[in-house]
């Protein structure tokens, strides 16, 4: 017992960081430091530059990622997840009987869709100390992407939508692409003295020094968007698709990651990804897309700002049930 209140103690404390991050957005936002007005642009240069420097930081002179199985299963894994859990999502709208036009796909594409990115990468840094771990996980990332863009966005809209078949190829999976080559290509212990070895060095050390900041800037960013939400008049309570959706994201779910992760025959930086990802509340991006695609934003709102909460205390649970799980350390 004192070695599970130890681990929670620990985990906890790993994730609060990350809090308070989200927490100083919301009060840069409530303070008037960070306005609405700069988000697009902050937005934009957090997707085209802060995260893929990032990428390029966590896969480049990676050794686990010299091995193709790991590199071809942490993708599919990735978009397995979100398959995974948009047929759990789909079985429990059926069972409750949501109705179109009430919000059902919504609920449906908002509760299957995790923070995959900015809540899990630094706790898997803080957990694990593991640089195979992050860079399995940005990989991994790739495959949700690409299901999210393709296989999501169909649920959430209805149908095949043409603008979002082109944000597949996005700044972030064409990082991983360019990242995995050089990593293949060109091994950090081969570079040479010369004037083109210095160079090539140099741009990695300064993707290293803008990768540093994508995960703060980009709880910052969620923290404001946070504090948006329950300022403004969208955000509502359908106490029916709210607890609906808070069980299946932060009980089913994690249950059928942790039960992949266990009996799955994956190499243990996956399987360390699928434990932090299990814990996992739902991510801010389905309250964007449902605006683009004919979704219903408050209800997405609330499935987030509901799970986001929750995550807080549910994070070190799930991630003890799936170390002892799975045997990792």
Not at 70 to 87: H, K, M, N, T
Not at 176 to 186: E, K, R, S
Not at 310 to 325: F, N, Q
Request: charged letters at 10%.
């Amino acid at each position: 017992m004192n070695e599970i209140l130890t681990s929670y103690q620990e985990i906890f404390f790993a994730s609060i960081p990350v809090y308070l991050f989200i927490t100083g957005g919301y009060l840069f936002r409530k303070w008037g430091w960070l306005t609405k007005t700069a988000d697009e642009s902050l937005i934009r240069l957090q997707i085209r530059v802060f995260y893929p420097a990032l990428i390029l930081s966590f896969i480049y002179g990676n050794e686990a990622l010299k091995d193709g199985v790991l590199v071809f299963q942490a993708p599919a894994i990735g978009f397995a997840s979100i398959l995974i859990g948009l047929v759990i999502a789909f079985a429990v709208a059926k069972l409750f009987r949501f109705q179109q036009g009430s919000g059902k796909r919504t609920f449906i594409f908002t509760t299957s869709i995790y923070n995959y990115g900015f809540i899990a990468i630094p706790l898997s840094q803080s957990l694990f100390n593991d640089s195979a771990v992050t860079g399995t996980l940005v990989v991994f990332n790739a495959g949700v992407e690409i299901a999210i863009w393709s296989i999501g966005i169909v649920v959430l809209s209805g149908g095949l939508q043409r603008k979002s078949l082109k944000n597949l190829f996005n700044p972030p999976l064409i990082a991983v692409m360019i990242a995995l080559v050089l990593n293949h290509a060109v091994s950090p212990s081969e570079l040479t003295d010369d004037f083109a070895g210095r160079i090539f060095s140099t741009m990695i050390h300064t993707a290293s020094w803008l990768g540093a900041g994508a995960i703060p800037f980009a709880l910052i960013l969620i923290g404001a968007s946070v504090r948006d939400l329950l300022d403004g008049r969208e955000l509502n309570r359908d106490w029916k698709i709210l607890s609906s959706a808070t069980v299946t994201r932060m009980v089913i779910i994690p249950v059928s990651f942790l039960v992949t992760a266990a009996f799955l025959p994956i190499p243990a930086p996956l399987k360390a990804v699928l434990v932090v990802q299990a814990a996992m509340p739902s991510g801010m991006f389905p309250i964007i897309l449902a605006r683009q695609y004919g979704g219903k934003p408050a209800i997405a709102a609330q499935i987030v700002i509901a799970t986001t909460l929750i995550s807080l205390v549910s994070i070190p649970i799930w991630i003890i049930i799936g170390r002892i799980a799975t045997g990792l350390t």
